[in-house]
Every structure is written in C-alpha cells, then in structure tokens.
C-alpha cells in the first residue's frame, strides 16, 4: 500500500502541475486543506473515494488515469524495456527505432 501511495502522490503532483495549479488551488477545488493535498502527493496517505473522483474531474482524467503509473520507471527500467523491444524488433523496425532516436535527439540539442 505505501508504494501505492507513493505512486499516487507522484501522479497527482505530475497532473496538477499539467494543469498550471498550485497545490493551494488544487486543494481549494477539492475541498480540502493545504496539508493534506500535501500529504496526498508525498505518499503519506491515501485519497478517500469521494476525493479520489473530485481530483479527477478537476485534473480532467478519468479516475482510471490517475493510476496510470507505467512512465514512473526508473531509467534503469526503462533502458532495459527499451533493449528488449530493439532485440526483438525486425530490421525494418529498428532502423525505423534509430532514425526516430537520433531524430528526437539532435532536436533536443538545438
């Protein structure tokens, strides 16, 4: 359960800051003191039922979505998903893999 918590947190605390709110305002919309949003995004506790809907509708996700964790991998993880997919894929697709790699990359250094 703490690491649901934990995960949970980091969504909320990712969403609210998608969506341009402080932890004030947040809290404000839900009904709920300062502290406790605080609480909330560092994983000490969890959101009650009625919360967990009300933070949805204002972070505009569906509930499902807030407990949608996969890109809160480590960097280990996710190199290691990654050389998976690449040892796996065809010729076609990992040419394709680099060329979007490289791509995203000399975007970046601009």
């Known amino acids: 359960m703490a690491n649901l918590s934990k995960l949970l947190g980091l969504r909320i605390k990712e969403l609210r800051k998608r969506n341009k709110l402080t932890q004030s305002q947040l809290a404000e919309k839900i009904g709920m003191e300062t502290t406790n949003l605080c609480k909330l995004e560092n994983g000490c506790q969890l959101p009650k039922e009625e919360n967990i809907e009300k933070i949805a ?36 697709e990992t040419e394709l893999f680099y060329r979007i790699i490289i791509s995203i990359k000399e975007t970046a250094n601009i």
């Open 57 to 92: 509708h204002i972070l505009n996700v569906e509930i499902k979505d807030l407990f949608d964790f996969g890109h809160l991998k480590t960097t280990k993880e996710l190199k290691t998903e990654l050389i998976d997919i690449i040892k796996k894929a065809t010729e076609e």
